[in-house]
């Protein structure tokens, strides 16, 4: 049976969300325990379910500072089957580079999660289904989309901190992009550029919404993102059921202002909380894990005053 | 004695190669094939056009077989009326694999009023970003934010009517470089030109392409292989300009950095092609071959017997 599509509601009408942000200060250290512990918190539905992680996997990056890290992956897919999920997929459509097999080498991915054979697909050449775009935010009305997306039982959108040169910033939301299908669009997915950037993050994630998001900011990257940057040391795991209010929480983290922020404002009219007041917070606080990001000058409006 | 030990040396890899190709990879393909004739992405997937132009294009280098004429008979009923084909089948408007679809028909006799109708839609598809009211949005729009390049070239695009790009640009010189010339339009030899043009244009510095931006925000695009090898082999008719050895150069410095199978094979082609000495690449190959990873999907396993082909009909110009 295809996903049912995400309930789209107003602010006014959605209950409080609830992020939490954890302190990692590296990828060496056990990252599961911690995670699943978190998790657990979350009491999600995921018992007996096909649970589908979508990594943030843009390009060949051996130094890892592009992709998320094959550690939060593995330490996702690890923490999802000790909450009793029957299957936990990785699944990604990397947008720059056809040659999924090659990017998710370059991150070696393969000595974190093991054989990857029965439990990576590449998004990009998936069987796809035809889907309707409710929104209709941007100039498209209907998109395929990978069947393994549709027929996940629970999405976790699992990004990457990150500054981005047209967007802002790429974090869970901007991350969906790699859900639509290279082997029908193309490698970039250009028609969603020319669909516009903003309004196409709005249509893809209100067709599959994630139901949880893990940002892995324990090194973001900072600058010309979301390849070109610097990376940042930031030292956390930020995650959520809720990727506007997960994604919000990310830029308070990174100095921005996520009102400013063109696609999170349009995303928190049906898909999530941007406000403070309606994202419950657990773990640490925004304070004290503030750490501001460099941004692009075509992007200084969006830093938060000091 | 060294010349005769890496000539029986390149010998053992020659029969190692057939020997793959027969017992492994051909089979492989054939056992792939769906009962409507095409090829999914991977075995059990529903059929699409471009992994069924693959598998063709890699069966028939080597034999005819029932597999191509059903694999034949798919590419025909999925043609659309105005002569492209779908990325998806049942998706009404046509894309990019009409490149890959004509290049695997072309040499089939049979199939020249199919192959002629999509060579005149891929004439007359024009890319977004050739009107002059997109280049002008563009100046006013994205000024100073990234680097100015020659508006005029453009190529084809993923999609139709949005940018052109570097791998279906060189899929369509390709397809329309490599079919009968009494099957070209007239009015491809412009969009040919500009196709080449605007392929040396996105070279990135020191040689290589990458999907398309050679720099971003003032900063140098790194090189890929997927892109640098379907480019050399649109441009490979002038092998003597500096930006294909330069190409080429990039291509051989980076082949430790492969690691996979679609890389390894892709390689070996262009290198091949272009007559660099690709024993490494060939090495390179044969070590996925013995972990199985060729055979992840149709594309790749098509790629990796094409890369094993001596002849390479598949890339004769009819011209």
Known sequence: ?306 | MENGSSKSQALGEFEDALAFLERSCLPWLERAQNEDGGWGFAPGSLSRVEPTSWALLALEEFRPSACGDRGLGFLQGSQLGDGSWPAVTGEKKGSWVTSIACLALCRRPEASNVVARGLRWLTEEWPGDSGWRWRLLRRLALRGRVEDRNDAYCGWSWTARTASWVEPTSYAVLALDGSPPDLVPAKARLRLQLAESMLYERMCSGGGWNCGNPMVYGVPGEPQVGPTVWALLALRRNPERPEIQQSLDWLEKNWNRVSSPAGAALSAIALDVLGRRNSISRTSLRNFRENDQTFCNVPVAAWTALALSKQRNWLQNHA
């Not at chain 1, 979508?54 to 890892?64: E, F, H, I, R």
């Not at chain 1, 370059?106 to 889907?131: H, K, M, T, W």
Request: charged letters at 25%; aromatic letters at 6%.
């Open chain 1, 1 to 306: 049976m295809p996903r049912e599509a995400p309930l789209l509601l107003p602010p006014f009408m959605r209950p409080p969300s609830r992020v939490a942000i954890r302190r990692a200060l590296g990828y060496k250290l056990d990252l599961a325990p911690m995670l699943h512990e978190t998790l657990v918190e979350f009491d999600l539905p995921v018992r007996s379910k096909t649970v589908l992680l979508k990594p943030n996997l843009v390009g060949s990056d051996p130094l890892c500072t592009t992709n998320t890290h094959p550690a939060v992956i593995a330490a996702a897919r690890e923490s999802f089957l000790r909450l009793g999920a029957s299957e936990v997929l990785i699944g990604d459509g990397p947008a720059l580079d056809r040659d999924t097999h090659a990017v998710i080498e370059s991150i070696g991915l393969r000595e974190y999660a093991g054989p990857l054979s029965r439990i990576f697909v590449d998004l990009n050449v998936d069987d796809v289904e035809r889907v309707a775009l409710k929104t209709r935010a941007s100039r498209l009305k209907e998109l395929y989309l990978p069947r393994t997306v549709r027929r996940a039982d629970f999405i976790v959108s699992l990004a990457k901190l990150k500054t981005h040169h047209w967007a802002g910033v790429t974090l869970s939301l901007k991350n969906m992009f790699g859900i639509v299908p290279g082997a029908v669009y193309g490698w970039p997915k250009n028609i969603l550029h020319w669909a516009g950037i903003e309004r196409a993050i709005l249509d893809i994630n209100a067709a599959a919404r994630p139901d949880f998001a893990i940002v892995d900011g324990i090194v973001g990257m900072e600058g010309n993102g979301p390849i070109q940057g610097a990376p940042r040391a930031c030292g956390v795991l930020i995650l959520g059921d809720d990727p506007v209010a997960v994604d919000s929480t990310c830029a308070r983290v990174m100095g921005l202002l996520p009102e400013k922020i063109d696609y999170l404002r349009r995303a928190a009219t049906l898909l999530g909380h941007i406000r403070p007041e309606m994202i419950h917070q657990l773990g640490e606080s925004i304070e004290d894990t503030r750490t501001p990001f460099a941004v692009l000058d075509a992007f200084r409006h969006l830093r938060a005053a000091a």
